[in-house]
């Protein structure tokens, strides 16, 4: 385990050390900040639903799904359970902006992120590598940003990825569910 973690760290400081130019800096930081609390999400997910010709009324159950239980899942389950402290200047993190409060380990913004990639790729199938690439950058821009550790934002990812399918799948058996009880209620 001790392996896994000393792995980790110096994966997390080969990319935290990546060059720093006001540009890359800025590029991070307007990342880690639209991917902040799943805004950038949930504004695509107003975008996709304006731009829908015929409107699906049961469109946001998975999105609202995907970000409250991304939210629920990791900041009030795992993050507090593992306890996994964030880099620190004294172990060699260059940390752009405060290091906040929180637990690491996962990363919630990658835990959104990927949620909501697979539920807006799920209406938007066109824009599906799109969503994935945006996805993968905020979550290695939370690495650059000296946030998390490599581990942090992969499991972070791969919770998302499962929150998302899930969110999909609830919302499909609600939708489902919802026109079964209006068909026997027209009856």
Do not use: C
């Not at 690439?133 to 990825?161: Q, T």
């Amino acid at each position: 385990m001790n392996q896994l973690l000393l792995m980790d760290q110096r994966l997390f400081l080969f990319i935290n050390h990546l060059p720093h130019t006001a540009l890359t800096d800025l590029f991070a930081k307007i990342l880690s900040g639209v991917g902040t609390a799943g805004i950038i999400w949930f504004v695509l997910a107003i975008i996709f639903f304006l731009k829908e010709e015929k409107k699906d009324h049961w469109f946001f159950v998975p999105v609202i799904l995907a970000g409250i239980g991304s939210w629920v899942l990791v900041e009030k389950i795992i993050k507090p359970l593992i306890g996994r402290a964030r880099p620190t200047v004294e172990m060699g993190a260059m940390i752009l902006g405060n290091n906040g409060d929180s637990f690491s380990f996962p990363s919630g913004h990658a835990t959104i992120a990927w949620a909501m990639a697979v539920v807006l790729s799920h209406k938007e199938p066109k824009l599906r590598w799109v969503l994935y690439v945006l996805a993968f950058f905020i979550s290695l821009s939370r690495i650059y940003v000296g946030k998390h550790y490599p581990s942090d934002i992969i499991v972070g990812g791969l919770v998302g990825w499962g929150i998302g399918r899930g969110s999909l799948m609830v919302g499909h058996y609600l939708k489902k569910t919802r026109r079964q009880k209006f068909r026997e209620d027209s009856r």
